[in-house]
């Protein structure tokens, strides 16, 4: 069964640092999500992308992130400085244009020390 | 008000029987789609079942449905012949509007335990 896939599945960084999360959403999918899950806490939307450009972003959405489509098959998220509060698993998700159903992968759980 | 209510923090459960986990939300749109998902200690978030606002049979997946109750605005899922496999967080969540590209939002999720 086609399922979405994040890479890494854990990532250290220091405080400060730029990281990139990496997914392969499912590929006849076509819109596309990011979403986190602090430690304990719910699961919170960052932002959905669809026909290469940004549909949707929360308020935890600021210029530190930052979200592309480089080719046809990775959706990535790009975090420019990160903080200690950035620390969470991150989810990517992904759904086609007549299905409804949200199909995650199995996230990055992300550390900054 | 919170948009998805999940009253039950942990729920334990007989291996082999019935349980109903919670649901309740909160939407003005006509259009929207209910979703549970399931987290097991690895962390991952695993699809389980969908419910539309229009549709009007309720959902089955295998052992899981969901009680749709649409007046109540409730989404339970039930899981049929618990098995150990199925120990985990479960969240109920909710797609507000029409657009595929619109967020979901998440409950605070229920701990099942299923027990030998």
């Known amino acids: 069964e086609p399922e979405v896939t994040q890479t890494p599945s854990h990532q250290v960084t220091q405080m400060g640092q730029e990281v990139i999360l990496r997914c392969v959403p499912i590929?006849?999918?076509?819109?596309f999500y990011w979403y986190r899950q602090i430690l304990g806490q719910k699961v919170e939307f960052l932002v959905s992308?669809?026909?290469?450009?940004?549909?949707?972003k929360s308020e935890i959405f600021d210029d530190q992130f930052s979200v592309e489509r480089p080719d046809g098959s990775n959706f990535t998220l790009k975090i420019r400085s990160t903080k200690l509060e950035d620390s969470a698993m991150y989810f990517c998700?992904?759904?086609?244009?007549?299905?409804?159903?949200?199909?995650f992968g199995s996230g990055t759980q992300l550390s900054v020390l | 008000a919170q948009k998805i209510t999940q009253t039950q923090p942990g729920m334990f459960v007989q291996e082999k029987e019935a349980v109903t986990l919670d649901c309740t939300y909160d939407?003005?749109?006509?259009?929207?789609?209910l979703f549970w998902y399931k987290q097991p200690s690895s962390g991952e978030m695993i699809f389980l079942i969908y419910?539309?606002?229009?549709?009007?049979q309720n959902a089955t997946e295998g052992r899981y449905s969901l009680n749709f109750q649409k007046a109540r605005k409730s989404a339970n899922l039930v899981i049929s012949a618990s098995q150990l496999g199925d120990s985990a967080m479960y969240f109920c969540?909710?797609?507000?509007?029409?657009?595929?590209?619109?967020?979901?939002?998440f409950g605070s999720g229920t701990q099942l335990t299923v027990l030998p």
């Open positions: 998700a992904s759904s086609g244009q007549d299905n409804e159903k949200l199909f």
């Open positions: 590929s006849n999918h076509l819109y």
């Open positions: 992308f669809y026909n290469n450009e940004i549909s949707e």
């Open positions: 939407t003005s749109d006509q259009s929207y789609g």
């Open positions: 419910q539309g606002s229009y549709d009007e």
């Open positions: 969540a909710m797609r507000e509007g029409w657009s595929s590209a619109r967020q979901l939002t």
